[in-house]
């Protein structure tokens, strides 16, 4: 089992309901083929760099997992054939990471000072 770093950009438009449908899906391909979620961040709707399919926006999903090299290229192509995802970034990590990623904290101290 190898651990990976997954940053998933998915379509604006959908509402809370197919998101957390389009999240769990995967959650539960990870999890059926005896991979381990170490960490699951929930960025919300950003602004884009640049547009991407005339799209300014984004959600965005943060995911650390442990999984076998082989289902790794499984849950790849199920990004790739998901017209709902806009961009997705897999890279090998050395360890599990399970602390709160920075972009997280920064949108936690926001809360904090309003």
Known sequence: MRHYEIVLMIHPDQTSEQLMKIINE???FITKNKGLIHRFE???R?????SIKKLRKAYY???NIELSPNIIIQLKEKFRF???IIRNLI???KDKIQISSPILKMKDDKKILK
């Open 82 to 84: 998901n017209n709902l």
């Open 26 to 28: 995967y959650k539960m």
């Open 91 to 93: 890279i090998h990590k």
């Open 61 to 63: 999903i943060l995911m």
């Open 42 to 44: 929930d960025w919300g």
């Open 46 to 50: 950003r602004q884009l760099a640049y």
